[in-house]
């Protein structure tokens, strides 16, 4: 219950219920400079262009490892109580973009995230995975599924 409090603190500041004292003050955001190039060639373009086989042989044929960040799925699913909003994780996509474009994939999708966009933070969960894919068009996203 701590942690979500504190992380719907963090996210919609002092008017969250039962917080107390006076209103969180509202800061500019301070945002590193912008990525102006294109991202680079990833894994997904090696799918879209030579298909799963072709994307299959890419991995096979990789030296070395081949990392999936779970940071935009378990991350804030752990660690903010699933209360980052789209526009925060789309804000941080070009970096993503670049920073991430030899990653095999990004896990971005599943446990509470589909729930939780819904419910708490009244959002198209779809339209979430679109605004993440126009700005990570290089890196393959991946779910977490439960069976």
């Not at 008017?15 to 107390?20: D, W, Y």
């Not at 997904?44 to 779970?70: C, I, M, N, Y």
Request: charged share 25%; hydrophobic share 40%; aromatic share 6%.
């Amino acid at each position: 219950k701590l942690l979500e409090y504190l992380a719907e603190l963090a996210v919609n500041g002092r008017r969250a219920v039962g917080a107390t004292g006076p209103e969180t003050p509202r800061y500019a955001q301070v945002m590193p400079p912008k990525v102006e190039d294109k991202p680079r060639i990833g894994l997904k373009q090696v799918l879209e262009t030579s298909g799963p086989a072709g994307f299959a042989k890419a991995v096979r044929e990789h030296k070395g490892l081949l990392l999936t960040d779970t940071t935009m799925r378990d991350a804030h699913q752990s660690l903010l109580a699933t209360r980052v909003r789209t526009k925060d994780l789309v804000a941080a996509a070009p970096y993503t973009a670049k920073a991430l474009h030899n990653c095999y994939s990004l896990e971005n999708w599943g446990g509470a995230t589909f729930d939780v966009a819904l419910r708490f933070l009244h959002e198209c969960p779809w339209d979430r995975l679109e605004q993440l894919r126009e700005e990570i068009p290089n890196v393959p996203f991946q779910m977490l599924l439960r069976g």
